[in-house]
């Protein structure tokens, strides 16, 4: 079975440019969550959907950020305008249902965003 | 408030030696207790997890961990480290909505 698809695995962008970052959860699986990872604050939730619904984005950090899911295999993250303290890693992982009471995420293997 | 505090940033250790990696959380209802693993480049890996029942629980890769309520710890511990196992470690607190992740640890194996 493939796991959670995420793309590109690599961006290097200019300040001001718009990111789009995008994710394609296991099949099945009917959440899905956006995590950013710095050295400085770890792994930090960013946004969490539900059935294709966002049930909690708090840890989005500012308007600049925006997460869609438009159907049940696909996500977008979407960075306009980005900044260079926006480099990071972003991981997209997803989770069957109930699966957040299992606690098992799975994650895909992260998109490397360098904001120069 | 949730949170989970890894006191080692990195820890080094020899191949066959034993290992502790150690966590200590805050959580206000009983908590749901994880270990993920990530390799270089890589996403994280579910290791092993603690929902309830016995407080040593067994994870894949020969890792195991023990829930002490008393001491707010969940230690990670694996008798016999493999060269392999050299990645970096995370603890996570969480219930329904959301998992807490702790700093990580990074593990670096000598020969």
């Known amino acids: 079975d493939a796991g959670v698809i995420q793309s590109p695995r690599h961006e290097v962008t200019e300040m001001g440019q718009e990111v789009t970052l995008r994710c394609k959860p296991i099949?099945?699986?009917?959440?899905l969550f956006w995590y950013r990872q710095t050295m400085m604050r770890g792994l930090e939730l960013l946004i969490y959907?539900?059935?294709?619904?966002?049930?909690?984005d708090s840890g989005m950090p500012e308007d600049r950020f925006s997460a869609k899911m438009p159907n049940a295999s696909f996500s977008t993250l979407k960075i306009q305008p980005s900044e260079p303290r926006d480099s990071a890693v972003y991981f997209c992982a997803s989770t069957p249902v109930g699966g957040m009471n299992t606690g098992e995420l799975f994650f895909g293997e992260g998109s490397r965003l360098t904001v120069l | 408030a949730q949170s989970v505090t890894q006191p080692d940033i990195h820890i080094t250790v020899s191949e066959g030696a034993s290992l502790e990696l150690r966590c200590n959380y805050s959580?206000?209802?009983?908590?749901?207790l994880f270990w993920y693993v990530q390799s270089p480049g890589q996403g994280l890996q579910l290791l092993l997890k603690y929902f309830s029942g016995d407080t040593l629980v067994q994870g894949i890769k020969g890792f195991e961990a023990e829930f002490k309520r008393s001491q707010s710890s969940f230690n990670l511990r694996k008798p016999s480290v493999h060269w392999s196992d050299a990645a970096e470690y995370f603890c996570?607190?969480?219930?329904?909505?959301?998992?807490?992740f702790g700093t990580g640890t990074r593990l670096t194996v000598i020969p």
């Open positions: 959580y206000g209802a009983t908590p749901y």
């Open positions: 959907f539900n059935n294709n619904v966002p049930i909690d």
């Open positions: 996570a607190v969480g219930g329904a909505n959301n998992l807490f």
């Open positions: 099949s099945g699986h009917n959440s």
